[in-house]
């Protein structure tokens, strides 16, 4: 794991949900939701009430019928104690009527059955409001129980808790019902008791009813019957006050109706998601996980309310929301920001994400493998045969290891981390040879050319190390450095700062110079001709190899300025070779990236002009013809020079810098077959075959073939038996400054003219 685990993203999108949901659960924010949930609760089944608790139903007070009523109450009272009742609660508010008898009658059995009858409020004439209209001068409550009818409503008037006590600390309806005993401030209304199934008696049924009642193990309320719309609850709707009591006093007989503090859910699913989230390894255990969240969620739910407790479950799902998406926004941005659509693999966004991620994860370094002339190939092939060749590209890049993520960044660049520890130089370049091999799709053989470019180096941002991956990649080189490793160890002057500036300063002081390496006639052994190879010595004195200096004096954009020098001292060599009468064609390379207008036409008009030599004396070697993406340009540019008696070469033939699309779309005279190959000959008959194939092309289509990078007598030997025109190598001849290779044309001349020689 690359970070600490409780402050891995996924933890703190945790920790964020359970900020919230206990900051919205403390302010109670989604009581809404929550009053929802004990409305679906209370729906979840249906109890029959215990038949222990009646209600004797009542009309309503009115001032006319107050004498009535108060005859009504103490007829009741007289008959259920005659019954045997001993609990009866008279939730009604007695009033004083305009009948002094009556009042006494009703004061009278109060005070006769003072064991037996509580009355709301009694004891308390101060106490005022809408439930309890005492008019208590009349009637005599001193010495009478009392309790509390008091309810709390929500918003919306339901009733969900009734407490233990009223605000005069005497015990409500509900508890004193009940008898429990338990110690407990309020009690949930479980909202499962069918309200209906509460024996009730009154005027019409009172006889019948209750001979069909345990009547001394029952508490009856004396209560109104008629609703008057004063309170709610779950499921039953408009209730009187007496209907929510019994059923809070219902709840407490069952032993529930217990509260479950706001935090503990939120808190247990946070923290059991917490848990998973540390310790899941995989996936598939995390979302099985997730899955046990939301199915505890679920049980909790159905098990609360069947058990008639009340829990907070809005604050959890706000929790689960927040958290769901949150890791949703993650996975939109996994899907569509951080995955190209094509290829669906991940883009360099994700990569710039993941190596971030893995910094301190060991040295990790990045590559980037970059296609070349994509473009040209796309025009060509349709969608699908597109991604195919993406996917290929990017399932041959696997082979780094099965495990290797690749990614891509939608134009022509993959990528992939890896570790520092391994050899990595060989690796990438044995990547690259597979990578390079064409491939085949819908028959059709597709060539791969790729450079390769890679950080390794300890030091930089993660975004830095990757963006100078993709310069070494564009600095690489196909023909001669087509892998580019940035490393701690490479003190390259390709990334040394200081190098534009010393270039510029070596062209204007010219002090970038010019070798030459002989080529010989493979069959005559006679030198034919030789390639002028440029060469820069620094004020140090230590000479820089053009594989270096010739890509950073392209970026500069002043390739064309040294060739013109190249062109320049190559003519002027010829010159003098010419004054001496010891002439020999010379080939200058080129970069095939400067046919693309006039330019290089002109400057080379122009350098034979000035120099008066005779254009049959002068090859350009095409380097990099692989990087040409209009070949009806270049196309014409050689002609045009051509005809003027120019000829021209395809340098380094073979390898992925120049294919046969290049041979078969330009008008080149010779062929110089890759040292690449011609190193090998002698250990691979592989490579032998290809030469000789490569050999009877040439011929076949009438150019001359040069083998370059020869190095012993045997790949000498072998090449002039298989009829390779030419030689160049160190086995022939290194390249050598212009005074020595006259000076070995003289010599060779004086040779040859001698009687003897032969
Ligand atoms: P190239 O045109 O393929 O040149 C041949 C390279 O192989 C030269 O390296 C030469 O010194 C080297 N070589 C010759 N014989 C042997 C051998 O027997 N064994 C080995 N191992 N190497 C041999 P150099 O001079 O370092 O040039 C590298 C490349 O730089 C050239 O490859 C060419 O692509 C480019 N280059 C050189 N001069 C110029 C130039 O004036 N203009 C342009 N555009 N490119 C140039
Ligand atoms: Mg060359
Ligand atoms: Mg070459």
Redesign the pocket.
Known sequence: MHRKFWLSERSRHLYIAIAIALLAGAISLLKPLDITAWAIQSRLSDRDASGTIALVEVGAYTDQNAAEENRHIASLIRKLRARGATRIFVNIPLRESNLPSVDEELSRVLSDNLDYVYVAGANLPEQQNATQDLRANALSFERLKGFDNDVSQDFLRFVWTIRAEGDGGRESLAFALSRSGQKRTEVFIDGTIDSTSIPRLNQGNFDLAIDRIDVPDTAFVIGVGQLGNELRVAKHGYVTNSVAHILGAETLLRGTGQRVAFYVLPLAIGLALLLGVWFARTPRIRRLVYAACVLAFVSVFVGTGLAGVQAHFADTLLLLTVYASLRGLVLYKQRHLYIDPITRLPNFSALRRDFYASEGQGNQGVVVVKILRLDSIFAHVSEGEKRAYLRQVSDRLCITGKDTKIYFDGGKYFAFMLDGAIDYESHLSGLRAIVSQPIIIASKSIDVAVTVGADFSSKGLPAHRLSSAIAAADHARE??QPVFIVSDACHDDEWDHSLTARLAEALAEDRISIKV?PQVDLKTGKFVAA????RWQDQAGNEI???RF?PQFERMAR?DE??GR?LDKAMAALRSLQDTGCVLPLS????AVQFVDDRIAEMVEKSLRDYAVDPSLLKI?V?ETARIEDFETARQIVERLRSQGITFSL??FGVGSANLEALQRLPFDEV?ID?LFI?QLAGSCKTRAIVEGVLHTTSRAGMTSVA????DLETHTWLSSIGCDRG????IA??MVISQFRNLLELNRDVMSRPDYG
């Not at 200058?588 to 970069?591: A, E, G, I, P, W």
């Not at 160049?728 to 086995?731: N, S």
């Open positions: 023909a001669f390496q390639e002028v190879l440029a190899s053009p594989a010739i390739l040294l060739t190249i200058v390379n080129v970069s070697e380097t340098d380094d110089k040292q190193q370059e990078g020869i190095e160049q190598g160190y086995f290194k390249p």
